[in-house]
């Protein structure tokens, strides 16, 4: 059973390895000045999130009813270190998303204020009997 999920274990580091490669492309591709490229980013991080599911999934279904302390512990030395790469890839790739994100974010809020100065609400305001605006 230890093999068994240390090689596990390694499929599910090349499979989040190839997910942080496929962020850092996005994030490369969030600067670049061809949109369409972002698009294709989206199938990418889908595909490659898939596929670390089903990995992590049959690591799951292996270690059923043990505890990550327990998992841990049944390791040996070579195992502890697929771990540790394990771990560290999973956090390099949730810095990596929320870094795409937070820039995805402040695109977006300055491309609708771009757009608000350009085509702004020309409405006039109506107020009604009780002082609230008419929709």
């Known amino acids: 059973m230890k093999e068994t999920l240390k090689a596990i274990m390694k499929e599910e ?4 390895e190839n997910l942080l490669k496929v962020l850092e492309n996005q994030h490369k ?21 898939v596929e670390v599911a089903k990995v992590e999934k049959k690591r799951r279904d292996l270690v059923v009813g043990k505890t990550k ?15 540790y790469k394990l771990d ?6 949730d810095l990596q998303r929320g ?6 974010k402040q695109n ?11 085509n702004p609400n020309r409405e006039v305001n ?4 009780n002082g609230k605006l008419n929709r």
């Open 13 to 16: 580091v090349t499979a989040l």
């Open 29 to 49: 591709h969030l600067f670049g000045k061809d949109p369409l490229l972002l698009e294709k980013d989206v199938e990418l991080i889908k595909d490659a999130s």
């Open 69 to 83: 302390k327990e998992m841990f512990e049944m390791l040996d030395d070579d195992g502890r270190q697929i771990y």
């Open 88 to 93: 560290s890839t999973i956090n390099l790739c």
């Open 99 to 104: 870094t795409n994100d937070a820039l995805i």
């Open 108 to 118: 977006l809020m300055f491309t609708n204020k771009m757009l608000s100065f350009i």
């Open 126 to 129: 109506v107020y009604n009997g």
